[in-house]
């Protein structure tokens, strides 16, 4: 069974940190691009950034940039998403996707292309 597996989430004071996890099994994530996604209350998923299996990075969310950082170590077979001076908006429940490449997914249509999704994990910046 091919899956994805997010933790690391919780509830964080704004300005804080939390590095996410997402463990990939039955396939080896070495072969595919990573992103990363979120979806708070009552708004659409928005891609944040996808790493692809070459190591280039895109970046999708502006107000992300500077403040989150995506790695992956495929000997774990893992990636992660590093989150630095967080804030109450970024309240949401973030996912992991696996696909061939990395799409705009700046643009809702580009995330179908997903082919593995994570169930998510709450993240809570408040105070």
């Known amino acids: 069974q091919l899956q994805l597996v997010e933790s690391g989430g919780g509830l964080v004071q704004p300005g804080g940190s939390l590095r996410l996890s997402c463990a990939a099994s039955?396939?080896?994530?070495?072969?595919?691009?990573i992103g990363w996604f979120r979806q708070a209350p009552g708004k659409e998923r928005e891609g944040i950034t996808c790493?692809?299996?070459?190591?280039?990075?895109?970046n999708y969310l502006d107000s992300g940039k500077g403040r989150f950082t995506l790695s992956r170590d495929n000997a774990k077979n893992t990636a992660y998403l590093q989150m630095n001076n967080l804030k109450p908006e970024d309240t949401a429940v973030y996912s992991c996707?696996?696909?061939?490449?990395?799409?705009?997914?700046?643009?809702?249509?580009?995330?179908?292309?997903?082919?593995?999704w994570g169930h998510g994990t709450l993240v809570t910046v408040s105070s």
């Open positions: 790493m692809s299996n070459f190591g280039d990075v895109s």
């Open positions: 039955g396939f080896s994530l070495a072969n595919f691009a």
């Open positions: 996707g696996a696909d061939l490449t990395c799409r705009d997914y700046s643009h809702q249509s580009f995330q179908h292309y997903i082919d593995i």
